[in-house]
Structure formats: C-alpha cells, structure tokens
C-alpha cells in the first residue's frame, strides 16, 4: 500500500510539474527569453536569423520564429552537447511545423521533456528516505525552480538551458551511486549521462560535473569498466 501511495505521490507532484512547464512554454501569453547574440552559436551554421518583426529582436523582446538569412552564417567554433538537442528539436520542428521556418517552442519541448526527466530521476533516488520527507523535497524543489524565474529559458537557445534542464538528473543520480552500498550499472550509467551533458552543455558549468565524477567511485566494489567508460564520457 505504502508502495501505491508513493506512485501516486509521484505522479501527482510530476504531473504539476508538468503542468507548470506546459503553462509557461506554450500557453499565451507564452514565455522566453530576449537573445543577446548568443543564439547564433547554435544558428549560425544554418544561416538562421530572427524573422522580421517591429519589436527589438535582441536584448529586449523575446522572438520565436527564425528564418534563413545568407548574412547570418555563423561558422562558431565551439561544441556542445547543445547541438544534440537542437539537432531534435529542429527535427521536430519540420516534422510538425515547417521545412523553412524555426519555432523555438520546439526547443521548449526539448529542454522541458529533459527537466521533466530530471525530475523523475530525483524521484527514483528519493525512493530510499521516507514518503514524507520524499514529497517535502519535491515540493521544495518545484517552488524553487519550476518559476518564470527559470523555465522561460527553455524556449530559447542559450546553453544555460540545457545546463539547467539536466542539473536536477545529474545531482540526484550522481548523488545515488554515492549513498547506494551496492549501485547498479543502471544507476552508474544513468549518471555517467546526465553528468557527461552537463559537462558538455556550457563550459563554465562543466566544472560542477567534473567534481561529481568521484561519485562514481565512492562505492568501488564492481562495475568498473562501467565506471571507467562513464568517467571518460564525462571528461
């Protein structure tokens, strides 16, 4: 029964995350944030600019829909684990929109469908404290961060986002291999993934999973070579 009653827990507080990430992303008056010429890093290499429009499109109003523009190639030199996830949602975005122009809602589904993801891994490794204090914590944290403080950063392409979209998944499974006595591979690759994104979205950010790697290692009796290989996916 007790087992039940946790899922159903789960699926509830899921359920209003969902809802508030929904709500913020898609419902008008829909949610972003301003560019400040750091889109283009993802864009440039596709020759994508903002459409026209009458409100400022940098720095002061948010602007969805970009088109092609030749004076906007962009050969930026550095990677990220960021272009995976543009790589989907441009995928969907003309699967489901348009084969010329380039809504940014469909990064919000990206990025949203990955914080989710985040959260249902906290879940999971909230399973070994109690009900009570499992359902304190994910309230906390929906609070905390499922705000226009931050979700609205979804609908954009700024690496942040995707720094932020995998932090609660890399913490929380990261945070599970360590406590766990015997960690499952599922549990080491689980995190191994999470931290590696991470570490890849932004480099100022990948420090934080750099210094999560020694998680991997706490509980050393078995798995090694699943350990090693998630160690150096990380780096």
């Known amino acids: 029964m007790s087992g039940r009653l946790r899922n159903r827990w789960d699926f509830a ?31 440039g290499h596709i020759c994508y600019a903002p459409g026209e429009t009458n409100q400022t499109p940098f720095f002061d109003y948010a602007v969805l829909h970009y088109k092609y523009d030749a004076d906007s190639c962009i050969d930026w030199p550095m990677r990220s684990t960021n272009e995976g996830a543009f790589a989907v949602g441009w995928r969907l975005n003309r699967i489901f929109h348009s084969q010329s122009d380039f809504d940014l809602r469909y990064m919000g589904i990206v990025y949203g469908l990955i914080f989710l993801g985040g959260f249902a891994t ?20 929906i609070v905390v961060f499922c705000n226009a403080v931050y979700v609205p950063m979804f609908n954009t392409l700024y690496f942040d986002a995707l720094s932020f979209a995998t932090l609660t998944g890399a913490l929380a499974a990261a945070a599970k291999v360590a406590l766990d006595r015997e960690p499952s591979w599922q549990w080491i690759v689980s995190a ?39 160690t150096l996916a990380i780096i």
């Open 13 to 43: 507080l899921a359920g209003v995350v969902l809802l508030l990430v929904v709500w913020q992303l898609f419902i008008p008056p829909i949610l972003s944030v301003a560019n400040d010429h750091d889109f283009e890093k993802v864009l």
């Open 122 to 141: 906290m879940q999971r490794a909230l399973r070994r404290v109690t009900l009570k204090l499992s359902i304190v914590a994910q309230v906390v944290w």
């Open 192 to 230: 191994a993934i999470w931290l590696a994104v991470l570490a890849g979205s932004k480099g100022q950010h990948a420090p934080l999973a750099l210094l999560c790697i020694p998680a991997l290692w706490i509980r050393l009796r078995r798995l090694t070579a699943i350990r090693v290989i998630g």
